[in-house]
């Protein structure tokens, strides 16, 4: 297994920028990509973006050329940079680790406020 601990997320104002890291641990070598997903209140979590081990990317359109993915081989970590902030932005991100196999990994959460 791995274990992530998420931690950056706050309270911003709309237009702000935050960002966020999941430190990754344990069975690393396993892992074939990493992502970050968000559940806003009352709804599903959805995919934000990820990165292959490789480190191709992939965004939601929603957040396209605002947030970027990032991802320090060196310390296990892997980062969201949210630029440009909006109200709808706000949600509890979750970062995940996909061990192939449909085995995947997921940190306790970290909350993003976004005031307008």
């Known amino acids: 297994q791995v274990q992530l601990v998420e931690s950056g997320g706050g309270l911003v104002q709309a237009g702000g920028s935050l960002r966020l890291s999941c430190a990754a641990s344990?069975?690393?070598?396993?892992?074939?990509?990493m992502g970050w997903y968000r559940q806003p209140p009352g709804k599903q979590r959805d995919l934000v973006a990820d990165?292959?081990?490789?480190?191709?990317?992939n965004y939601a359109d929603s957040v396209k050329g605002r947030f970027t993915i990032s991802r320090d081989n060196a310390k296990n970590t892997v980062y969201l940079q949210m630029n440009s902030l909006k109200p709808e932005d706000t949600a509890v991100y979750y970062c995940?680790?996909?061990?192939?196999?449909?085995?995947?990994?997921w940190g306790q959460g970290t909350q993003v406020t976004v005031s307008s």
């Open positions: 995940n680790a996909d061990r192939g196999f449909s085995s995947f990994d």
């Open positions: 344990g069975s690393i070598f396993s892992i074939k990509a």
């Open positions: 990165i292959t081990s490789g480190g191709r990317t």
